[in-house]
């Protein structure tokens, strides 16, 4: 099994930033695949970002490109989302998932192991 355990969240006001963290634990952490997603309230959970866990490449939603920032820490089992220029349509539940399996990895079904999420509000 693998633990994910988000961190970071909290209250910003647009434009401002906050810096999202998600730690693994449990077996050896070995996904081909991280992802963030977002659910706001009465929503369904959306993608935000991923980064291919050897390979580094990220691909991000259009709603974040230019404003979010993902970023891995192999050595840490750990990866980063870097929110910039937040806005109120940004306020969600983050959540960040592994993927074990190859394919595409934009769907939360894509994904195997999930944390727990952390809010992040942003206040117009």
């Known amino acids: 099994q693998v633990q994910l355990v988000e961190a970071g969240g909290g209250l910003v006001q647009a434009g401002g930033s906050l810096r999202l963290s998600c730690a693994a634990s449990g077996r050896t952490f070995s996904p081909v695949t991280v992802g963030w997603f977002r659910q706001a309230p009465g929503k369904e959970r959306e993608f935000v970002a991923r980064i291919g866990w050897r390979s580094g490449n990220t691909y991000y939603a259009e709603s974040g490109k230019g404003r979010f920032t993902m970023s891995r820490d192999n050595a840490k089992n750990t990866v980063y989302l870097q929110m910039n220029t937040l806005k109120p349509e940004d306020t969600a539940v983050y959540y960040c998932?592994?993927?074990?399996?190859?394919?595409?990895?934009?769907?939360?079904?894509?994904?195997?192991?999930w944390g727990q999420g952390t809010q992040v509000t942003v206040s117009s």
């Open positions: 998932a592994a993927g074990y399996r190859p394919g595409a990895f934009n769907r939360p079904g894509d994904y195997d192991y």
